[in-house]
Structures are given as structure tokens and as C-alpha cells.
């Protein structure tokens, strides 16, 4: 089945940029949005953004103007780029897939099925 | 943005109890509501999508129901493998958005 394994630095100073990747094994790329999810401590979730296979992106108004999110087909990786980060950035970064399951009538709905392990990020001076 | 409020915001129960979870959209979302389950220091586990479905290797003691604004999670006979954050995602339009999470703790 498709695993995620996700890995940047843990560690930033604030107005350095954030840089995460995941890598999707057991399956491809293709055909699946993959999303970034971020925690921080003690708090509940935010979706950070997405990209459809083909590169196509959508992002939280929130986060938009420092948001890159990328993908690389030839590794089987996407990554995320978050600018200027400060304290505020600090949290648990997850990856994870979304599916459309097609529920008749036109009707598409998205979940995000699998996960990737998370990966702390502090943003300390 | 879709506002997503969950209650209670922490409940007590016993293994064996049948326990409802609420969750409520801003507006108006169909049934694009997915429910998610997290314990503490992993990475949240989906168990329901489009409001009802169970995903694929989830225990059939979950089950999730509503449309439009009001949407529950319910789960039948609790395990002590239940206690648990659980959080709701509306998935109806970006920015996707959670509710603040419910946080199911052993009375």
C-alpha cells in the first residue's frame, strides 16, 4: 500500500524558509492531490495547500503569499516551501494524499487517506 | 472560509458506552465531510468520508450521518483503542477547513 515519508529541517531561525519533502512509495503520483497539513503544538489542524500530479496547486488564502508547494515525478516527491517563517510557523508538518471517491451524480468527495509521520518544525532565534 | 465547530470540545466515557460526536459547517456543505482520528503524537487516521462511508479497514462500531450543516460521528460500544482526538474536515471548497478537534478521554 502507498506509504509516505517526509524529512526537512527541524530547526529555523525566524525569516529562513521552511523546506519539507515527501516522498510516495508504493504508488505513483499520478491520478492523487497531495496535500501539507500543519499542527501546531497543542492546537488543532490546518490545511496548508495542495498539488494534483499534474502541478496544479491550490492554497490557503492564509499562507498563499509565502506557500510554494512543487512536485518532481521523476522521484516520486513533493515538497513545500514556506517563507519568512516565524515563531507563529511552529508545528508538527504533515503530508498526506487526497482521493476523490466519485459518490454518483457528479459528485467527487475528497479525504485525505494516507498520512505521512509528521515533522516538527521550531522556529526559534 | 467554511467555519467548522465541534461539541463537546472533550467528553468522559467508559469502555462500552455509545458515544455521539457533533459537528457543525458555517454553511451549507452537502455531505462533503470527512472525520478524522488522532492519538497523541501521530498523524491523524481517516475512519468516514462524505459524511457516511466508512473507509476501508475501519471497525464498523464508527459510523458517521448528516448533510447540509449538522453532521455527527458515532461511535456504538467504545474500545480502549477509542480515546482518541477526533477532528471533522469539510472538503466541500479550498481552503479545506477542520473543526477544533474532540478530545475522548477514559471516565
Known amino acids: 500500500q502507498v506509504q509516505l515519508q517526509q524529512w526537512g529541517a527541524g530547526l529555523l531561525k525566524p525569516s529562513e524558509t521552511l523546506s519539507l519533502t515527501c516522498a510516495v512509495y508504493?504508488?505513483?503520483?499520478?491520478?492523487?492531490?497531495w496535500s501539507w497539513i500543519r499542527q501546531p503544538p497543542g492546537k488543532g489542524l490546518e490545511w496548508i495547500g495542495e498539488i494534483y500530479h499534474s502541478g496544479s496547486t491550490n492554497y490557503n488564502p492564509s499562507l498563499k503569499s509565502r506557500v510554494t508547494i512543487s512536485v518532481d515525478t521523476s522521484k516520486n516527491q513533493f515538497s513545500l516551501r514556506l517563507s519568512s517563517v516565524t515563531a507563529a510557523d511552529t508545528a508538527v508538518y504533515y503530508c498526506?494524499?487526497?482521493?476523490?471517491?466519485?459518490?454518483?451524480?457528479?459528485?467527487?468527495?475528497?479525504?485525505?487517506?494516507?498520512w505521512g509521520k509528521g515533522t516538527t518544525v521550531t522556529v526559534s532565534s | 472560509d467554511i467555519q467548522m465547530t465541534q461539541s463537546p470540545s472533550s467528553l468522559s466515557a467508559s469502555v462500552g458506552d455509545r458515544v455521539t460526536i457533533t459537528c457543525r459547517a458555517s454553511?451549507?456543505?452537502?455531505?462533503?465531510l470527512n472525520w478524522y482520528q488522532q492519538k497523541p503524537g501521530k498523524a491523524p487516521k481517516l475512519l468516514i468520508y462524505a459524511a457516511s462511508s466508512l473507509q476501508s479497514g475501519v471497525p464498523s462500531r464508527f459510523s458517521g450521518s448528516g448533510s447540509g450543516t449538522d453532521f455527527t460521528l458515532t461511535i456504538s460500544s467504545l474500545q480502549p483503542e477509542d480515546f482518541a482526538t477526533y477532528y471533522c474536515?469539510?472538503?466541500?471548497?479550498?481552503?479545506?477547513?477542520f473543526g477544533q478537534g474532540t478530545k475522548l478521554e477514559i471516565k
Open positions: 498526506a494524499r487526497g482521493s476523490d471517491d466519485y459518490g454518483g451524480l457528479g459528485h467527487y468527495y475528497y479525504h485525505m487517506d494516507v
Open positions: 508504493g504508488g505513483s503520483l499520478s491520478g492523487n492531490y
Open positions: 454553511q451549507s456543505i452537502s455531505t462533503y
Open positions: 474536515q469539510q472538503s466541500y471548497i479550498t481552503p479545506y477547513t
